[in-house]
Each structure stands twice: as C-alpha cells, then as structure tokens.
C-alpha cells in the first residue's frame, strides 16, 4: 500500500516539476515579441525619420484651434518613449532564454536598448527641447547630424545582426511575421 502511496507522490512531484519548469520559460512566439518585435519602437533610431516625428509634435496649424501647443510635446514624446523601451528592457532581462540561439537573441536585443536608451536621454531629449522652444533649424539640424554620425552606423549593424537571427527564430519556431517585404 505505501508503494501506491510513493509512485502517486512521485508523479505528482514529477508533474508539477514539469509544469514549473516549463511555465519559467516563454513561448517561443512570446519570447520573439518581446525580443525581437518590440524593437520596432525604435527602428527609426538615428534617422531623419525620427527627427520629423519629434519636430512634428511641435507644430501648430492656425485655423486649428485644437492644434495649439503647451511647448513640451516634443519632449513628453521622448519621455514616453524612453519610459517604454526602459520598460521593454526589463522584459528582456527577466526573459528565460533556453538554448544557445535564444540566449544569443536576449544579449543582442539587451545590447541593442542599452545603446538606444542614453541616446534618448541626452541626444534625442536635447532635439526635442530644442524643437519644443522652437529653436534654430540650423542647431537642430546639427544635432540631428551628429546623432546620425556619431550612432547610425553601429546602430544598423546591431539591429540588422538581432533581425537575422530573429528571422531565423521565427522561421524554426513557425512564427508569422510580415517583415515588410
């Protein structure tokens, strides 16, 4: 009677193991957006694109009363924003990546916010206040200059290198993705 008793115990600690175990680690399709997806808040990093976006906050059209600015839009964007991505890193960071590839893909997508991050406090912050006092398009114009000089290149090589490996990701796992193409 007792070894009826200690089989059920076993395979009940047996499955309850399994089931831990396997709760601590995400989904492969989770682990993807997280990763890999939740990059796109910030694929526009070091391009002129990014630029007009925060410019654009600051506009005002006069026959559209509602289009009236307080002076800080620019700025609150960049604060959203940098709360957002700070808060993707962390997701990141708490991830469980099982395997050589996914731990690969958490420390290219950890390095890739940890470059973007300070850049978006000091450099981007700075645009946006600029834009939001309505500063000289020349000094504006600079700042974006160095930003594109001084980032883009080792920005691209970083997201490019984690998209390879998310395409490879997702295409092993069965995960859908429109790439865009």
């Known amino acids: 009677m007792s070894k009826i008793i200690f089989d059920k115990t076993s395979i009940c600690i047996l499955i309850l193991s399994v089931l831990f175990l396997t709760s601590c680690s995400a989904p492969p399709a989770e682990f993807f957006d997280i990763t890999v997806l939740n990059t796109n808040a910030f694929n526009d990093f070091a391009s002129p694109d990014l630029a007009r976006h925060i410019n654009d906050e600051t506009k005002e059209f006069p026959d559209i009363p509602s289009s009236k600015k307080k002076g800080d839009e620019a700025a609150n964007t960049i604060k959203n924003k940098i709360l ?21 893909i958490k420390d290219l997508s950890i390095a890739l916010y940890e470059m973007v991050i300070p850049v978006f406090k000091n450099e981007y912050m700075a645009y946006a206040k600029l834009c939001d006092a309505q500063g000289n398009q020349g000094a504006k114009d600079a700042l974006v200059n160095e930003i594109d000089l ?32």
Do not use: C, H, P
Request: charged residues 40%.
């Open 84 to 104: 957002y991505i700070e808060q993707s890193l962390e997701k990141i960071k708490k991830l469980d990546a099982s395997g050589d590839e996914q731990k690969e």
């Open 150 to 181: 001084k980032y883009r290149a080792r920005f691209e090589k970083s997201y490019d290198a984690l998209m390879q490996k998310g395409k490879t990701y997702a295409a092993e796992n069965d995960i859908q993705v429109n790439w865009g193409q």
